[in-house]
């Protein structure tokens, strides 16, 4: 089946609203199950699957995600491409809640997850390049998307993706400013590098929940309250159904 694009929905996002022709599929892999049955549908006259990648009722942490069972099923659906929807904290001051934005760089901080495919013992070792680790067309593609349905979105950005389920520390947080990070998520690695060992194009649509821990630089650091988190998510994830229907148009 010849699908055009995966999306795989994170916090906050666990359906993709206007699909049509919509089929449920669970998906088996030598990995074990996707973290939900996969959505196929229709946009525009365009195939896409889309899957939960918390499971529907967010049953799943970040830490605990079977992020090569996820990769590996859209996949073999036939998607050519996949966009993550990430939500972060933002770290950089113009990188506040509410703020989408079309990351360019990784640095990863997770441990413990499985982040190959060439795992298995006496399985063929494969040093993919991830210099750039996003797709640039298809960075391109959502940008010029954006563009076009009037939707503001910044261009790059280091996403930082640390283990959780934790959020981070104001250290923590001060290092990875100085590492370089712009961003920080929990869902970002391995799905990309899994997504390159496939040889998907895999771009990211970080959507900003909340400032990072000791962010905006020079205000008094507050905590970061959950309703307000969620309350900035769904501010942000109006957007997403708009976006990628102008990204399948
Ligand atoms: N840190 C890590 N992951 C996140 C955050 C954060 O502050 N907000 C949303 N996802």
Request: with cysteine.
């Amino acid at each position: 089946m010849k699908l055009d694009l995966a999306i795989i929905g994170g916090t906050g996002l666990y359906d993709f609203p206007g699909l049509e022709k919509v089929e449920k599929r669970v998906v088996e892999t030598p990995y074990g199950l996707a973290s939900d049955a996969v959505t196929l549908g229709e946009l525009g006259g365009k195939r896409v699957a889309f899957l939960a990648r918390h499971a529907s009722g967010h049953s799943i942490p970040p830490h605990r995600i079977n992020y090569r069972a996820n990769v590996w099923a859209l996949h073999s659906l036939g998607a050519p491409r996949a966009l993550g929807i990430n939500a972060v904290g933002g770290i950089r001051a113009d990188l506040g809640p509410r703020v989408l934005a079309v990351p360019d760089q990784i640095i990863d901080y997770t441990h413990g997850r499985i982040t190959s495919f060439c795992d298995a013992e006496g399985a063929k070792v494969e040093h993919v390049d991830f210099t750039e680790p996003y797709s640039a067309s298809l960075r391109a593609d959502v940008l010029a998307a954006a563009k076009r349905a009037g939707i503001a979105v910044v261009d790059g950005g280091c996403y930082g993706a640390t283990q959780g389920p934790r959020l981070e520390t104001c250290a923590e947080i001060a290092r990875m400013r100085r590492d370089g990070c712009d961003l920080v998520g929990m869902t970002g690695m391995p799905e990309a590098a899994l997504a390159r060992e496939l040889k998907m194009d895999y771009a990211c649509v970080a959507l900003v929940a909340n400032w990072a821990a000791g962010c905006p630089l020079g205000d008094a650091a507050p905590e970061i309250s959950l309703p307000e988190i969620f309350a900035h998510l769904q501010a942000a994830t109006a957007n997403i159904p708009p976006l990628l229907s102008a990204l399948l148009a």
